[in-house]
């Protein structure tokens, strides 16, 4: 075993603080991570705060990892000794569910080991996060980060460029499309940069006056501010796509009359449940819809698209001792646009 310093919530309403967690040797097909930064993702505060119950503690977060490879097991074939590597969502699925074989290994049936708050393959090991100075994960699902790319900006692609990524794949989004993002945090303004580079017309719908001019530095076309009188009836079936990121709950109902006929709202952002009308959707025949992450192969087609695009996060590099404090200013939506920890503050 290797004795590993970490930063765990002992408690849903504890801070996160020093604790220590120990790392499996790498078996044969596992390989072992120097993490060199890890991002913070709202989901983090969610789960450490309990916010979508069944938390199990204490709990080290962190699922947006990057680092180097220091050790392989004796079977490894797909990975050298100082790699670049990234680890997303997840470090395990069951591989024989039909979602494991269609390599949308996130909707494993039997439940994907997740990467912290959830348990190994033997349903009994708890997993740990990035918020720590390494990680024994098996080959299979780690992810090759393309030459170049500096990795503090990449950390958040793991989850943030994914959950983004995915959906707008999806649902097909082509050049001039009109697209509205809605929130502007981390996956917000990882969604307008990859639409943007797929192509299409971006709008970012925020409740933040003044994230405007951050808005067009990323890349959007427009920007509207939620909380003008005007904003629902302006923008009345402008759209041909609405990637919701929300982290707080607000009305979905608003926000379908924005869409044209027959278009699709995709969720990924998980607040507390709200009422739905039927109406938005019966009437002009709309679509609801909800994403999750994405697979071991489009996470690494989509690190290549990033690379290949010149698509990178804006992040905020921050010591692990600041993390209580980065987490107060993204739940106020205070975050431009993803803290990245960098963990040599752990070494
Ligand atoms: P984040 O950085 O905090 O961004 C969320 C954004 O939502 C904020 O920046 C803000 O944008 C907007 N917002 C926050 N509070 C609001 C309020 N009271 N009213 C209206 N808008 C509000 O969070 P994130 O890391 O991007 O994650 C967003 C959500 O996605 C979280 O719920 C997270 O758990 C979830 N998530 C889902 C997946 C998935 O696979 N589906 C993956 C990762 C994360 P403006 O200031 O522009 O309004
Ligand atoms: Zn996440
Ligand atoms: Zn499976």
Redesign the pocket.
């Known amino acids: 075993m290797l004795i590993t310093p970490a930063y765990a919530a002992m408690t849903a309403k504890a801070p996160i603080a020093p604790h220590t967690i120990q790392r499996r040797e790498p078996g044969p097909h596992d390989v072992l991570i120097d993490i060199l930064y890890c991002g913070?993702?709202?989901?983090?505060?969610?789960?450490a705060r309990d916010e979508?119950g069944g938390s199990v503690f204490p709990m080290v977060p962190g699922h947006e990892i990057v680092g180097n490879v220091v050790k392989i097991g004796d079977q490894v074939t797909q990975w050298r000794v100082g790699d670049a590597v990234g680890v997303g969502?997840f470090v395990d699925s069951c591989r024989k569910c039909e979602a494991c074989r269609e390599g949308e290994e996130?909707f494993c049936e039997e439940g994907a080991s997740f990467t912290y708050n959830s348990h190994e393959r033997d349903g009994k090991t708890p997993t740990h996060g990035g918020y720590s100075t390494c990680i024994t994960v098996n080959e299979d699902y780690v992810l090759r980060i393309p030459s170049g790319m500096p990795l503090e900006r990449v950390a958040p692609l793991l989850?943030?460029g994914?959950?983004t990524y995915?959906p707008l794949k999806q649902y097909g989004i082509k050049p001039g499309d009109q697209v509205a993002i809605?929130?502007?945090?981390?996956?917000?303004?990882?969604g307008v940069k990859i639409a943007k580079a797929m192509g299409a017309k971006v709008t970012?719908?925020?409740?933040?006056v003044n994230?405007r001019s951050d808005?067009m530095a990323l890349g959007a076309d427009d920007f509207v501010v939620?909380s003008d009188k005007n904003a629902f009836t302006e923008n009345l079936k402008r759209f041909d796509f609405i990637l919701d990121?929300?982290?707080?709950?607000?009305d979905y109902n608003a926000y379908l009359e924005l869409l044209k006929r027959d278009k699709t709202m995709v969720?990924?952002?998980?607040?507390d449940p709200i009422p739905l009308a039927a109406a938005p959707l019966v009437m002009q025949r709309r679509h609801l819809a909800?994403?999750?992450?994405?697979g071991i192969r489009e996470t690494q087609e989509m690190l290549d698209f990033c690379a290949a695009h010149g698509v990178l996060s804006d992040v905020e590099v921050i010591s692990i001792q600041q993390v209580n404090e980065a987490y107060e200013r993204?739940?106020?939506?205070?975050?431009r646009?993803?803290f990245v920890i960098d963990m040599a503050s752990l070494k």
């Open positions: 913070i993702c709202h989901s983090d505060i969610h789960q979508w969502c996130q989850c943030a994914i959950t995915s809605l929130g502007l945090g981390g996956l917000g303004h990882m970012v719908l925020s409740h933040s994230k808005a939620t990121t929300v982290s707080a709950q607000h969720l990924v952002g998980i607040p909800g994403s999750l992450i994405g993204v739940v106020k939506s205070d975050v646009y993803r």
